[in-house]
């Protein structure tokens, strides 16, 4: 048995030794929004952003098995679309403004995936954890007062009360060529909440990203 293993392990490590690792560039879009136990749920709309970074893909057992990591920058958010409604009481009866906010909110993230990759032929599967770190925020408002628009400038750049970290995982699949060119559809999903448990950022306390991600890879080392 002891001598099976070593013969065992030793096949293995011939395997790796000869399998040439790969370099390469990606990067496609991303289609986001929030999930978890949001406030008025309806408010949130999908958004277009976009993902861009490098991998590197190591054989484990050549043309099957492989672990992939990545250095992502992501752009992840939504849209958003409040009506809040101000009344005041006259002596002829109730009158008031009506304002509507509508925005953008961009979430700018560098994400570290770790993959296990499936190849089968041309198709292959992946998935693992991801941990993200938030660079920057953009959130771009609208203002309308009954229906015109009175301030399209309101833009807030701060991170306080959102988490500078965000543990999730990723899972997805795809097609390679013989080349390596490669197009690849996956989800990728937080553990953690948006914010932190400050009274700022109240409205996201059970908010996670949650977002499919489409992207091409082209391979520079193989």
Not at 74 to 80: A, D, H, R, T
Not at 138 to 152: C, M, P, S
């Amino acid at each position: 048995m002891k001598k099976l293993f070593i013969l065992a392990a030793a096949v293995v490590a011939s395997y790796t030794a000869q399998a040439q690792s790969t370099f390469g560039l990606k990067g496609g879009l991303n289609y986001s929004n929030l999930s978890g136990d949001l406030k008025e749920e309806s408010r949130f709309n999908n958004k277009i952003g976009f993902n861009a970074g490098i991998y590197f893909n190591a054989p484990i057992v050549p043309g099957f098995f492989s672990i992939q990591p990545e250095v992502l920058y992501s752009n992840k958010g939504y849209k958003y679309d409040d009506k809040v409604t101000n009344t005041i009481q006259t002596p002829i009866g109730t009158a008031g403004d009506e304002y509507r906010y509508e925005g953008t909110a961009n979430f700018n993230y560098i994400d570290v995936p770790v993959l296990a990759k499936i190849q089968a032929g041309g198709l292959f599967f992946e998935a693992g954890p991801q941990v993200s770190y938030l660079v920057g925020v953009n959130d771009k408002t609208k203002t309308y007062r009954n229906g015109e628009l009175v301030d399209r400038n309101i833009s807030e750049k701060s991170k306080e009360g959102y988490s500078d970290f965000e543990v999730g995982y990723a899972a997805g699949i795809g097609y390679a060529t013989k080349g390596g060119i490669s197009l690849g559809l996956r989800y990728n999903g937080a553990f953690t909440d948006l914010a932190e448990d400050s009274p700022a950022r109240g409205d996201f306390k059970d908010a996670r990203h949650s977002l499919f991600q489409l992207s091409l890879g082209f391979p520079i080392s193989r």
